[in-house]
């Protein structure tokens, strides 16, 4: 069986996921790989067909153990007609918990066909270079992973008379899916240091909500809108931007002590 285009769908503020999935999809080997990128708030603008004969690779990260909120009304975009689909969520060395699952559904009632899935490790959205938890990963070893991860789902592929007859993949996770309620922590949000800030307005461009503007020669923050993902702390070219929480310091903090161990990457095909 063939198909006859690949599509890399993403909602990823700090790149680890897309990253990801372009390793995935050297491994299957496509000629043509089309990249729908919906981590910006200006992708969010109607809907896009996936066909039978296509095969879409949808990634999201992990946000508390489940399929990061935000991702959802950018990939329910996209609508499958029977369309096959890898699914792929990214987590930062803690745990991915029920997001695998919940990604797993979600794409069903999308319209796909989930044939494989994976879990991968990212460096955590949080962690610098004084508070590291998987820095700099993805690395060589988990590209290499995905890589073989995307030939596995090739050789599957090149196995089937028809998509149909495609067994859907099973994948962990319990349901109903993990909850927690962090609805205290939803006017927390990423802040800027005013005397390092030189107003490049590069992170009014990367912020995945739209939550950042300029005004009368400020950046300002809706904290309503920011849901912590770290892409305009990562990108700032002069790290003039920050998460200043103590809340949220006490926790990653706790997460960091109990997670270094080095997690690897799980694929289910
Ligand atoms: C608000 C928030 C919650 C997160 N929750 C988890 C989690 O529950 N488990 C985990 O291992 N990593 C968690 N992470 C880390 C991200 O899943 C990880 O860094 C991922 O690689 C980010 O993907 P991206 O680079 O595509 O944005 C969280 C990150 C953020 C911003
Ligand atoms: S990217 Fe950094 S330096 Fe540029 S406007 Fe934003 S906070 Fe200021
Ligand atoms: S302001 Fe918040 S949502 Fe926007 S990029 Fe920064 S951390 Fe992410």
Redesign the pocket.
């Known amino acids: 069986m063939n198909f006859q285009a690949l599509k890399l769908a993403?909602?990823?503020?700090?790149?680890?996921?897309?990253?990801v999935l372009q390793s995935i999809a050297e491994g299957i080997g496509a000629e043509n790989v089309e990249h729908i990128d919906l981590?910006l708030p200006q992708s969010d603008d109607g809907s896009i067909t996936a066909k039978s004969d296509e095969l879409v690779v949808m990634?999201?990260?992990?946000?508390?153990?489940?399929v990061?909120r935000a991702a959802i009304p950018r990939l329910e975009r996209l609508k499958g007609d029977k369309t096959p689909a890898v699914i792929v969520?990214?987590?930062?060395?803690?745990?991915?918990?029920d997001?695998l699952i919940e990604l797993s559904d979600l794409s069903k009632e999308w319209g796909f066909l989930p044939i494989a899935g994976g879990a991968?490790?990212?460096?955590?959205?949080?962690?610098s270079v004084d508070k590291p938890?998987?820095n700099g990963?993805?690395d060589a070893e988990d590209l290499g992973k995905a890589k073989d991860f995307g030939a596995q789902i090739r050789a599957k592929i090149d196995g089937l008379e028809a998509f149909d007859d495609a067994a859907l993949v099973e994948v962990p996770g319990n349901k109903p899916y993990i909850f927690r309620d962090?609805s205290a922590w939803e006017h927390i949000a990423a802040s800027t240091i005013e005397e390092t800030c030189t107003l490049c307005g590069d992170c009014v461009d990367m912020c995945p909500m739209g939550a950042i503007t300029i005004e009368d020669d400020a950046v300002k923050t809706d904290n309503m809108a920011c849901?912590?993902?770290?892409?305009c702390i990562k990108g700032c070219p002069v790290n003039a931007r920050e998460v200043n929480n103590p809340d949220i310091a006490k926790i990653f903090g706790w997460?960091c002590k109990h997670?270094q161990e080095r997690?690897e990457p799980q694929s289910f095909v």
């Open positions: 993403y909602f990823s503020p700090t790149g680890t996921t897309r990253k981590t990634g999201v990260p992990v946000y508390e153990g489940r990061a969520v990214m987590y930062g060395n803690r745990d991915f918990e997001a991968f490790i990212g460096e955590h959205s949080f962690a938890l998987a990963r993805p962090r849901i912590l993902c770290c892409a997460v997670y997690r």
